[in-house]
């Protein structure tokens, strides 16, 4: 990975010196051992800060948002990063003259505290970029090592009671700190339903009724968009099951309509339950 890093700078360093970009979006070194945090500057100097290596968490996709406000901006994207941006792009949050996609091969990443591969990682289908302006390095995603839905027929497989047990436990947990929705790429209304009091959607108590209501409309919204990056999960520091729900609606949405995957392509329809067709499967209806 030490070569992906210097490359990394001399090219983010060209851009920014040339004025081809306002800001490149990356990672650099953290407070602690084997921790990365982002890194954002418009400062060539600062390029130097620039790394790269098995403890790069976080996922870049959702900055661009506000940065191409200011001007063209480049990214330095894996898989999840790139899906992230055709999100943008399809919801028209982006433009896509707006952003400069540095592709770079992705082998997973590791926690910082067991070492061992992230969940969301092991997960993982399409580590590489599926989109770029240019690419860095070779392809390094592996096959993912978990099957995308086995959780999901796992939990399908027990008992109403037990069904209701599990998740009424996870939501009794959660603390609506929000960290699911602000790290979500998937998440880009300008004013959440969770924020719009006047309307009332969602009370200020906390407990398993508020808390269950803000789960499944958050999750959702996010539905067919959803890029499975697993962040949501990776940042809630209560541990709820929350790619479980994810992916509860993606498998139900396979069921319904055939196998979809979102945000692999610009070409594709922007969501599948936004997408008509006449042959479509009714009998749910």
Request: charged share 30%; aromatic share 8%.
């Amino acid at each position: 990975m030490s070569d992906i890093q210097e490359a990394m700078r001399s090219r983010a360093k060209e851009l920014l010196e040339s004025g081809e970009v306002n800001a490149v979006i990356g990672w650099e070194a953290g407070r602690f051992e084997n921790q990365t945090t982002p890194l954002i500057t418009s400062q060539a100097a600062k390029t130097q800060r620039l790394v790269f290596n098995e403890y790069c968490v976080n996922n870049l996709g959702k900055y661009p948002r506000d940065l191409t406000a200011k001007g063209k901006v480049a990214i330095f994207a894996r898989g999840c990063e790139s899906r992230a941006i055709i999100r943008l792009l399809s919801d028209e949050v982006i433009k896509r003259e707006n952003v400069y996609i540095i592709g770079i091969g992705c082998p997973g990443m590791r926690d910082r505290t067991t070492g061992e591969l992230l969940k969301k990682c092991a997960e993982c289908r399409h580590g590489d970029p599926v989109i770029y302006d240019e690419m860095l390095g070779e392809p390094q995603a592996k096959p993912a090592t978990q099957e995308r839905f086995a959780e999901i027929q796992k939990i399908e497989a027990l008992p109403r009671a037990e069904r209701e047990a599990y998740f009424t436990n996870a939501f009794s947990k959660c603390i609506r700190c929000y960290a699911c929705r602000n790290v979500c790429p998937c998440c880009t209304c300008r004013q959440c339903f969770v924020d719009q009091r006047r309307e009332g959607w969602l009370g200020k108590q906390n407990n398993i009724a508020e808390n269950r209501f803000y789960g499944l409309t958050r999750v959702m919204h996010v539905g067919d968009r959803c890029i499975e990056c697993g962040e949501c999960e990776r940042v809630c520091p209560m541990d709820l099951p929350l790619m479980s729900l994810n992916r509860k609606v993606i498998y139900d949405i396979n069921n319904l309509f055939g196998e979809y995957e979102t945000a692999l392509s610009l070409d594709e329809p922007p969501s599948a339950l936004t997408t008509y067709k006449v042959d479509d499967v009714e009998e749910f209806m």
